[in-house]
Nanobody, 115 residues
Framework: QVQLVESGGGLVQPGGSLRLSCAAS????????MGWYRQAPGKQRELVAS???????NYADSLQGRFTISRDNAKNTVYLQMNSLKPEDTAVYYC?????????WGQGTQVTVSS
């Protein structure tokens, strides 16, 4: 049974930082492309960042270098370090594991940026 469990979300003030984690089980983690997506109220789910097994990364252009995705294959975990958070970053953040025809989602973790 595949499980992706996100943690680290919460309420943070503008300009603050959060680090999201996603622990995977039931898959050969190291071969999967891992990604973070987000969905704000009334908006479509969008890609935030992704990282392939070799470590190459891809980011949404809108982030302007504020977020960093990383992975620890020994711990089957992918991270999203979010700095200089803005109110428009408020969303539910989802972890995704993708390998050809296999695609899995976590349950999501809420990130709220507000003063």
């Amino acid at each position: 049974q595949v499980q992706l469990v996100e943690s680290g979300g919460g309420l943070v003030q503008p300009g603050g930082s959060l680090r999201l984690s996603c622990a995977a089980s039931g898959i050969i983690f190291s071969v999967y492309r891992m990604g973070w997506y987000r969905q704000a109220p009334g908006k479509q789910r969008e890609l935030v960042a992704s990282i392939i097994s070799g470590g190459s990364t891809n980011y949404a252009d809108s982030l302007q270098g504020r977020f960093t995705i990383s992975r620890d294959n020994a711990k089957n975990t992918v991270y999203l370090q979010m700095n200089s958070l803005k109110p428009e970053d408020t969303a539910v953040y989802y972890c995704n594991a993708d390998l050809r025809l296999k695609n899995y989602w976590g349950q999501g973790t809420q990130v709220t940026v507000s003063s």
